[in-house]
């Protein structure tokens, strides 16, 4: 198996925010709004945790104008353009955008009906603080919804993906994705950070040949 190899945990330069914002995310976030959409029950507020350049809440408004969302990160360069992007669309009464640390957040237990998040867990150096905090934050019986990017078996499948999905890339997006991949999780560790919650390993799965996907409804467990 391929070791995990970390990335810098904050994205936080113009260029890194540039090249991100400017890859074809339109398939990847498309599909986690319409699967998130199968679960959620429509109540909001709605936590989107390592939001980007926010174009998943963005994805979410469109579709359902009545949610109310707050999205979270801790790189500042993105956040100057996710609200660049939400004021271009006009969705500011929707989306509020905060820059906080995944890792610990300033919310309340509880307070939000769905916490959903995709790609921050890879950046994580303890992964298991982010879904600590994500757990916590979340009301009984709300929806967790967590997907991120699946660390492939070997250098070579590793290089096959990055040929399949960044092939018009610029060599500084190919690099981002390729060592994206090489921090990123496999199953059974995702399923050790959510046992310790409480949750079943079957509540995480592979959902494509790059990612993994936690469904869950919080659950009163000995964590807050």
């Given at each position: 198996?391929?070791?995990?190899?970390?990335?810098?945990?904050?994205?936080?330069?113009?260029?890194?925010?540039?090249?991100?914002?400017?890859?074809?995310?339109?398939?990847?976030?498309?599909?986690?709004?319409?699967?998130?959409?199968?679960?959620?029950?429509?109540?909001?507020?709605?936590?989107?945790?390592?939001?980007?350049t926010a174009q998943i809440p963005i994805e979410l408004a469109r579709r359902c104008p009545s949610v109310r969302i707050v999205a979270v990160d801790l790189a500042e360069q993105m956040l100057v353009l996710a609200r660049y992007n939400v004021s271009r669309v006009q969705l500011q009464k929707c989306i509020r955008l905060e820059r906080v640390d995944a890792k610990s957040m300033p919310y309340a237990d509880g307070v939000f009906a769905a916490v959903m998040s995709n790609s921050i867990i890879h950046h994580l150096p303890e992964p298991e603080r982010g879904f600590s905090e994500m757990h916590r934050v979340c009301q009984k019986g709300g929806l967790l919804f967590i997907r991120d990017l699946l660390r492939p078996s070997s250098r070579e499948a590793l290089q096959a993906l990055v040929e399949l999905y960044a092939t018009g890339a610029n060599e500084h997006q190919r690099a981002m994705f390729?060592?994206?991949?090489?921090?990123?999780?496999?199953?059974?560790?995702?399923?050790?950070?959510?046992?310790?919650?409480?949750?079943?390993?079957?509540?995480?799965?592979?959902?494509?040949?790059?990612?993994?996907?936690?469904?869950?409804?919080?659950?009163?467990?000995?964590?807050?």
């Open positions: 198996m391929l070791p995990r190899v970390l990335e810098a945990e904050v994205m936080d330069t113009p260029e890194e925010a540039r090249d991100y914002d400017a890859m074809d995310h339109s398939v990847v976030n498309t599909l986690f709004v319409d699967d998130f959409l199968r679960y959620w029950d429509g109540r909001s507020p709605v936590l989107d945790v390592g939001t980007g390729a060592a994206s991949l090489h921090a990123a999780l496999t199953i059974p560790e995702v399923q050790a950070c959510v046992a310790r919650l409480g949750y079943p390993p079957e509540t995480v799965q592979q959902t494509s040949d790059r990612h993994w996907t936690w469904v869950a409804r919080k659950v009163d467990t000995h964590q807050p």
